[in-house]
């Protein structure tokens, strides 16, 4: 690649990370917020005042589904696609998104935005292009790392909110077991533990 381009390719790599980074902690901020109410939630003892606040609890995680601009939709990486292909085929789906909903930015978020790209792009005049692609390396890395955990917690929300729609055809009492079990089954997952350990190991011991 020219020089011109390595620079458009590192530009692009950050703002990934920047989309993808506030996404991954809007999901994990939702995933841990239910797992505090729930534990607060073990005080009450009264099933009939404990079921809605199972049911507002969970609605307050799934509702990002609904709310396209919350959570960047990327999809996985398909079985032949190299790491390098898979992050700059997720580049290109940020920017077409982006696109979609420029018209909510204010234009003190723009001036904030072109001013960042600015001294972005006068860091990298003072490096040599093999550096720049050094760099574009590590946040390929980077990023690649960030999609695959970002992706098991949006795969953990999907399935709250199936498994929570598919509850509504039973009666309080087995659906009132059923999500404390969506909630615990999160808990217990190997992608939620690895962003919350302490949380996991203090909340197991009741139900």
Same mark, same amino acid.
């Given at each position: 690649?020219?020089? *011109? /381009?390595?620079?458009?390719? @590192?530009?692009?790599?950050?703002?990934?990370?920047?989309?993808?980074?506030?996404?991954?902690?809007? +999901?994990?901020?939702?995933? #841990?917020?239910?797992? @505090?109410?729930?534990?607060?939630? %073990?005080?009450?003892?009264?099933?009939?005042?404990?079921?809605?606040? !199972? %049911?507002?609890?969970?609605?307050?995680?799934? $509702?990002?589904?609904?709310?396209?601009w919350? !959570?960047?939709?990327?999809?996985?990486?398909?079985?032949? *696609?190299?790491?390098?292909?898979?992050?700059?085929?997720?580049?290109? #789906?940020?920017?077409?998104?982006? %696109?979609?909903? /420029?018209?909510?930015?204010?234009?003190?978020?723009?001036? *904030?935005? +072109? +001013? *960042?790209?600015?001294e972005?792009?006068?860091?990298?005049? @003072?490096?040599?292009?093999?550096? #720049?692609?050094?760099?574009? @390396?590590?946040? #390929?890395?980077?990023l690649?790392?960030?999609?695959?955990?970002?992706?098991?917690?949006?795969?953990?929300?999907?399935?709250? %909110? /199936?498994?929570?729609?598919s509850?509504?055809?039973?009666?309080?009492?087995? $659906?009132?077991?059923?999500?404390?079990?969506?909630?615990?089954?999160i808990?217990?997952?190997?992608?939620?533990?690895?962003?919350?350990?302490?949380?996991?190991?203090?909340?197991?011991?009741?139900?």
């Open positions: 690649m020219s020089r *011109e /381009e390595v620079i458009e390719t @590192n530009e692009r790599l950050r703002n990934l990370r920047i989309r993808l980074e506030e996404s991954y902690d809007t +999901a994990k901020q939702a995933l #841990i917020t239910l797992m @505090n109410k729930y534990g607060d939630s %073990k005080s009450q003892r009264n099933i009939f005042q404990r079921y809605p606040m !199972l %049911k507002i609890m969970i609605k307050d995680v799934i $509702r990002l589904e609904t709310q396209y919350a !959570l960047i939709d990327i999809p996985r990486q398909e079985k032949q *696609e190299t790491v390098p292909t898979y992050v700059m085929r997720a580049c290109s #789906i940020m920017e077409k998104t982006q %696109k979609s909903g /420029e018209g909510v930015k204010t234009s003190a978020k723009l001036a *904030e935005e +072109a +001013a *960042e790209k600015r972005r792009l006068e860091r990298l005049e @003072n490096m040599t292009t093999a550096q #720049i692609e050094h760099e574009n @390396n590590q946040l #390929i890395n980077d690649y790392r960030l999609l695959k955990k970002y992706l098991g917690l949006r795969h953990l929300i999907r399935v709250l %909110k /199936e498994e929570y729609g509850s509504k055809l039973y009666p309080i009492f087995p $659906r009132y077991t059923m999500l404390k079990d969506m909630i615990k089954g808990m217990h997952d190997p992608d939620y533990m690895e962003i919350s350990i302490p949380l996991v190991l203090n909340t197991t011991g009741q139900s």
